[in-house]
């Protein structure tokens, strides 16, 4: 089965700061991969499909990239709202396989 | 736009059958070609798909949880209905109902959640 695993696990920031997190896989998935936000309490929201596309409404300093096995998730200027865990989330739609990072947790510096 | 919204108890024992029910608001499953997905998350741990529904009935389920797990529908309460046996403390969980994008890749929008606690 594919892992996925993110880094960091957790980082501190600021509001205004650019914020980056990867996620890595296991094996070439090609560009199935997606992006949560989860506020505390809260469920998961999705920010990013397709490694790059930006799911409707959600705000223009969200971005993602990459493809094959390494991926990057962007804030480009990091807002009060957006202290969050974030997670990523490889897909396979043929064997029907859903697997997510272990998350990354975005808090106040 | 459809909501989204689990419902089961809160407390189940350990090797006791858990049955939640994820009811949808403003969409028909049948008529709307929904899919839905079932996911878990223990306390300050990742998320894990637990299974899929689709309009059509079809089904798809975790290959580590297989054996344990059943998805159905009811249409006529529009209605997606997950069992999980055996129950055991490592099952304590925050447990979601998800909408699943229809070419099965991504889960567009979520319910609130319940959180289910197994004691041994």
């Known amino acids: 089965d594919i892992q996925m695993t993110q880094s960091p696990s957790s980082l501190s920031a600021s509001v205004g700061d650019r914020v980056t997190i990867t996620c890595q896989a296991s094996q070439d998935i090609s560009n199935h991969l997606n992006w949560y936000q989860q506020r505390q309490g809260q469920a998961p929201k999705l920010l990013i499909y397709?490694?790059?596309y930006l799911e409707t409404g959600v705000p223009s300093r969200f971005s993602g990239s990459g493809s094959g096995t390494d991926f990057t998730f962007t804030i480009s200027s990091l807002q009060p709202e957006d202290f969050a865990t974030y997670f990523c989330?490889?897909?396979?739609?043929?064997?029907?396989?859903?697997?997510f990072g272990p998350g990354t947790k975005v808090d106040l510096k | 736009q459809v909501t989204l919204r689990e419902s089961g108890p809160a407390l189940v024992k350990l090797t006791e059958t858990l049955t939640l029910t994820c009811t949808l608001s403003?969409?028909?499953?049948?008529?709307?070609?929904?899919?839905v997905s079932w996911l878990r998350q223990p306390p300050g741990k990742a998320l894990e798909w637990l299974a899929v529904i689709d309009w059509d009935e079809d089904k798809n389920y975790n290959r580590s949880l297989k054996t344990r797990l059943t998805i159905s529908m009811d249409t006529s309460k529009n209605q997606v209905v997950l069992t999980m046996t055996n129950m055991d403390p490592v099952d304590t969980a925050t447990y979601y109902c998800a909408r699943t994008e229809s070419g099965l890749r991504w889960f567009e929008s979520w319910g609130p959640g319940t959180l289910v606690t197994v004691s041994s």
């Open positions: 989330q490889q897909y396979d739609n043929i064997a029907v396989i859903f697997t």
């Open positions: 403003g969409l028909s499953l049948k008529n709307n070609r929904l899919c």
């Open positions: 397709d490694a790059s």
